[in-house]
């Protein structure tokens, strides 16, 4: 009963406190008047009369705390569309793993959208770090289908430890399960290596490769040539990009480089996140908040 009147209306509790104090303050009294076997209820009922009284009053209390607790922690959305023509932030890299969920708080957006960034005219690391991670992903299948494979890209969402797959001729088994990280200020580990591996056999895909921007650890290094494991780091990445015939280096360009390359894109929702600005600094959310609570730092 105290669970349910601290969230209702302050002012129930109080009405019913009211009523509860003239019922057995008075009225009850007044029926059992006269009536010799209930008349010894009566100072026990103008005694309830006041616990009935203090009780709902508390509740009164209690449930205007409440109340207001929840108003105070609830985003105030209206502040934020008009603080938004006064703000504006530039655009910046991303740079993974992701902010803690801890950061997040009531943001303010960017008001005007930013210029499109500068599209690069050659191949460089530079440029292969520039691109957020699913457009990162997108090159890398794009770049197998140049070189004569079927590439399947995986749909945002749990992708199970597989980013692309690679087909030859026959469609319904993949001959290589592709995993990509556009990681820019750390190296890749053994342990996703391992998780890697962990889908292969799961799979039953004899032959696995890693992609990165960045590079590897000595252990994830000596662990995927002990494994049926090609590793291809930012470098060599970008030496099999400019190997290939300069005509189909320029069509990768376009296609990686083509509208927003920067943003990144939520790993749950497949859409493009929004910069905002938390306790901790600026990043990016989904633009589904609250529903979807995934984000990237800035």
Known sequence: MVSVLATTPWQFSAVLGCIAFAALRWFV?????GNVYLGGIVPLARLFAWIALLFCGSM??????????????????????QSNAKRTRPQQ????????QAAIVPTIENATPAPPPAVPATWTLAALRALEWKRFELLC??????????????????????DVK?????????????QCKAWNSSDVGVKELRELLGVMTHEKVKRGIFIT??????????????????????????AKLKELPEARQKALLDFAFDGDYKTPTCPSCGIKMKRRE?????????GNFPRCRRTFGV
């Open 29 to 33: 009294p007044y029926v059992v008047a």
């Open 60 to 81: 009164a209390l209690l449930s205007h705390a409440v109340a207001k607790t929840r108003r105070n922690r609830a985003p105030n959305a209206r502040h934020g569309q």
């Open 93 to 100: 890299e991303i740079s993974p793993p992701a902010t803690s």
């Open 141 to 162: 299948a794009k770049y197998y289908e140049t070189i004569a494979f079927k590439a399947e890209t995986l749909p945002c969402g749990p992708d199970g430890g597989i």
């Open 166 to 178: 690679l087909y030859k001729q026959d469609d319904s088994k993949p001959i290589a399960i592709v």
């Open 213 to 238: 921007t960045a590079a590897y650890t000595k252990d994830a290094t000596n662990f995927g040539a002990g494994n049926p494991i090609q590793m291809l780091d930012g470098a060599t990445f970008l």
């Open 278 to 286: 938390g306790k901790k600094g600026a990043f990016f959310g989904c």
